[in-house]
């Protein structure tokens, strides 16, 4: 069955038609509010940004959501977990920090900050989901425990998911580091021919898993985790991963985890995908490239695979930017941008796996709010 997707675009010329009063009529006509009951623990699940990186969702918009939240007399919290890199948010204390500089303090967003797998990634609560990958998986505490949840995911492009929406919001960003870790199970490898031994995948790699061997870049097996950090950083394009194989596993295990994080919470998770600065990486990356399109609106619904296939089409239906990283055989009104920036990745893949396992309809009705 089709599931409602609520559309806002951004054309404004008088106040009622600016950005926060839009995200306040998307979360009316969506319902939300039907999703909170009095007294509610709600989750705002977000992404804070790496430190260096300018395209995470503003905090502004957060807080008006935070309003609404407050309106139907529940009690937000904006909440995120650690990562598996070395970073400015691989532990609560760093995140923390990160979230205040990014403008996420209490007296902007009129909510706390709480980091949802505890100070070190150990707080996690294993759901039952018996699935084709996973019989259970690692969810960070704060998000198990809360009573309901509102996930706001910035969409931009992803170098292992293809692009990012609400189910990998969902599927990293509410798993533990032992949860993180299942899903990138694919390990990475050097190709030597292209390898010029510049050490910046050792410097990144958060245990030390590369190594010098004969002058070139060598990935230990035992020691990789799979966080895809090395891929990132790589000038050369020397590291990758075996995609005919990897690739499609990965997404169903990331689908999976995406399922188990609101598994828990019938009826009682919103969502809402902002197509602004869509940008070709992952606010994980310490910088923020130009976007490859131009901004498009914020979405709104109770279902993430249709949230995510709508953000998708729309994306697909807009011009590409010239003079970015997407290629110019992929500008064009109706080409896929992310498979243009991500030529390996089977974005599209969480959109059919998630909808064959329950998580959500790839069947959407558009619904524009003006």
């Not at 109706?334 to 998630?354: C, E, H, R, S």
């Given at each position: 069955?089709a599931?409602?997707?609520?559309?806002?675009?951004l054309?404004?010329r008088?106040?009622?038609?600016?950005?926060?009063?839009?995200?306040?009529?998307?979360f009316?006509r969506?319902g939300?509010?039907?999703?909170?009951?009095?007294?509610?623990?709600?989750a705002v699940?977000?992404?804070?940004?790496e430190?260096g990186?300018?395209?995470?969702?503003?905090?502004?918009?957060?807080?008006?959501?935070?309003?609404?939240?407050?309106?139907?007399q529940?009690?937000p919290?904006?909440?995120d977990?650690?990562?598996?890199?070395?970073?400015?948010r691989?532990?609560?204390?760093?995140?923390?920090?990160?979230a205040v500089m990014?403008g996420f303090a209490?007296?902007?967003?009129?909510?706390?900050v709480i980091?949802?797998?505890?100070?070190?990634?150990?707080?996690e609560?294993?759901v039952e989901?018996?699935?084709?990958?996973?019989?259970?998986?690692?969810?960070a505490?704060?998000?198990a425990?809360?009573?309901?949840m509102?996930?706001l995911?910035?969409?931009?492009?992803?170098?292992?998911?293809g692009?990012?929406g609400?189910?990998?919001?969902?599927?990293?960003?509410?798993?533990t580091?032992?949860?993180?870790?299942?899903?990138?199970?694919?390990k990475?490898?050097?190709?030597a021919?292209?390898c010029?031994?510049?050490?910046?995948?050792?410097?990144?790699?958060p245990t030390?898993?590369v190594?010098?061997r004969?002058?070139?870049?060598?990935?230990?097996?035992?020691?990789?985790?799979?966080?895809?950090?090395?891929?990132?950083r790589?000038?050369?394009?020397?590291?990758?991963l075996?995609?005919r194989?990897?690739?499609?596993e990965f997404?169903?295990r990331m689908?999976?985890?995406?399922?188990?994080?609101?598994?828990?919470?019938?009826?009682?998770?919103g969502?809402?995908?902002?197509?602004?600065?869509?940008?070709p990486?992952?606010?994980?990356?310490?910088?923020?490239?130009?976007?490859?399109?131009p901004?498009?609106g914020i979405?709104?619904?109770?279902?993430?695979?249709?949230?995510?296939?709508?953000?998708?089409?729309?994306?697909?239906?807009a011009?590409?930017?010239?003079?970015?990283?997407?290629?110019?055989d992929?500008?064009?009104?109706?080409?896929?941008?992310?498979a243009?920036v991500?030529?390996?990745?089977?974005?599209?893949?969480?959109?059919?796996?998630g909808?064959?396992?329950?998580?959500g309809?790839?069947?959407y009705?558009?619904?524009e709010?003006?």
């Amino acid at each position: 069955m089709a599931a409602d997707v609520f559309f806002a675009r951004l054309r404004a010329r008088k106040p009622k038609e600016n950005k926060t009063n839009r995200i306040r009529k998307l979360f009316d006509r969506a319902g939300f509010g039907n999703l909170i009951t009095p007294g509610d623990l709600v989750a705002v699940k977000l992404h804070f940004g790496e430190m260096g990186n300018d395209s995470f969702l503003h905090p502004v918009y957060v807080r008006r959501v935070v309003d609404s939240i407050r309106q139907a007399q529940g009690k937000p919290f904006l909440t995120d977990t650690a990562t598996l890199y070395t970073g400015s948010r691989k532990n609560a204390v760093d995140h923390l920090e990160t979230a205040v500089m990014h403008g996420f303090a209490y007296s902007v967003v009129n909510a706390p900050v709480i980091i949802a797998d505890g100070l070190k990634s150990h707080g996690e609560v294993e759901v039952e989901i018996g699935k084709k990958r996973f019989q259970k998986v690692r969810i960070a505490d704060a998000v198990a425990s809360a009573d309901s949840m509102m996930v706001l995911s910035h969409v931009k492009g992803h170098e292992l998911a293809g692009f990012g929406g609400a189910i990998k919001n969902l599927a990293m960003g509410c798993a533990t580091a032992r949860g993180k870790k299942e899903q990138h199970s694919a390990k990475p490898v050097v190709k030597a021919d292209k390898c010029r031994a510049c050490g910046l995948c050792a410097q990144v790699c958060p245990t030390g898993a590369v190594e010098d061997r004969d002058g070139k870049s060598f990935i230990n097996p035992e020691l990789c985790i799979g966080c895809g950090e090395c891929m990132t950083r790589c000038p050369e394009k020397a590291i990758d991963l075996d995609w005919r194989t990897d690739i499609a596993e990965f997404m169903e295990r990331m689908t999976e985890y995406a399922y188990g994080a609101v598994v828990g919470k019938p009826g009682k998770v919103g969502y809402i995908n902002f197509l602004m600065n869509i940008t070709p990486d992952c606010d994980c990356v310490p910088w923020s490239d130009a976007p490859m399109v131009p901004d498009l609106g914020i979405l709104a619904s109770t279902d993430p695979v249709a949230i995510d296939k709508a953000s998708h089409d729309l994306v697909t239906a807009a011009p590409g930017i010239v003079g970015t990283k997407l290629p110019h055989d992929h500008a064009a009104e109706g080409q896929d941008k992310f498979a243009g920036v991500w030529g390996y990745t089977q974005g599209l893949l969480q959109i059919t796996y998630g909808e064959e396992i329950g998580l959500g309809s790839a069947e959407y009705n558009l619904v524009e709010v003006k």
